[in-house]
Antibody
Framework: QVQLVESGGGLVKPGGSLKLSCAAS????????MNWIRQAPGKGLEWISL????????YYADSVKGRFTISRDNARNEVYLQMSSLRAEDTAVYYC?????????????WGQGTLVTVSS | QSVLTQPPSASGTPGQRVTISCSGS????????VYWYQQLPGTAPKLLIY???ERPSGVPDRFSGSKSGTSASLAISGLRSEDEADYYC???????????FGGGTKLTVL
């Protein structure tokens, strides 16, 4: 079955960096766009970034543009989110999500999430 | 401030029918499919409705979606206690070149 497992979350100081990973299994990873979506404590969902199957198409939300970098390794079946210049408002649970088919906002599979806390 | 607007809360008694609205604009809901997600407490979101009104396998037919113009809605009939959750609408936004979500609606089963 489809499985997405995020890792790499933790406590980081403002201005610091962190790299999240998402390991995929149970499907052909190289066939699917992948996304990162976050949820601040007690708040709603916020889409962060997407990456195409080849990595040539990448989009970011304005809130993270220039600070976060999404990438993928199809040989390892992993997608990454490199986060830098972190702010308190980046504190959230970060989910990776698989986009289904060619539908731009259809996320049929989600990981369990990894918590990132930005605090001094 | 979310791009898509949902009521923050909704409620109903068991067996009732409730609807949750989602309002957007031409660049998102008006020109793209709407999706609905259910998030039970402490868990990751789950796809509930895709392409405005389609249900993934395993989602009960008590859940239905509709869209008209720049608004969409999720209806839940025969409300059950296990439907108590947060519900989010989402769509692609052509102007932002990204996915947008509503702020979420917390459904309480009284």
């Amino acid at each position: 079955q489809v499985q997405l497992v995020e890792s790499g979350g933790g406590l980081v100081k403002p201005g610091g960096s962190l790299k999240l990973s998402c390991a995929a299994s149970g499907f052909t990873f190289s066939d699917h766009y992948m996304n990162w979506i976050r949820q601040a404590p007690g708040k709603g969902l916020e889409w962060i970034s997407l990456i195409s199957v080849s990595g040539t198409t990448i989009y970011y939300a304005d809130s993270v543009k220039g600070r976060f970098t999404i990438s993928r390794d199809n040989a390892r079946n992993e997608v990454y989110l490199q986060m830098s210049s972190l702010r308190a408002e980046d504190t959230a649970v970060y989910y990776c999500a698989r986009r289904d088919l060619a539908e731009l906002a259809r996320f049929g599979s989600w990981g369990q999430g990894t918590l990132v806390t930005v605090s001094s | 401030q979310s791009v898509l607007t949902q009521p923050p809360s909704a409620s109903g008694t068991p067996g009732q029918r409730v609807t949750i609205s989602c309002s957007g604009s031409y660049s998102n809901v008006g020109d793209n499919y709407v999706y609905w997600y259910q998030q039970l407490p402490g868990t990751a979101p789950k796809l509930l409705i895709y392409r405005n009104n389609e249900r993934p396998s395993g989602v009960p037919d008590r859940f239905s979606g509709s869209k008209s113009g720049t608004s969409a809605s999720l209806a839940i009939s025969g409300l059950r206690s296990e439907d108590e959750a947060d519900y989010y609408c989402s769509s692609w936004d052509d102007s932002l070149n990204g996915v947008v979500f509503g702020g979420g609606t917390k459904l309480t089963v009284l």
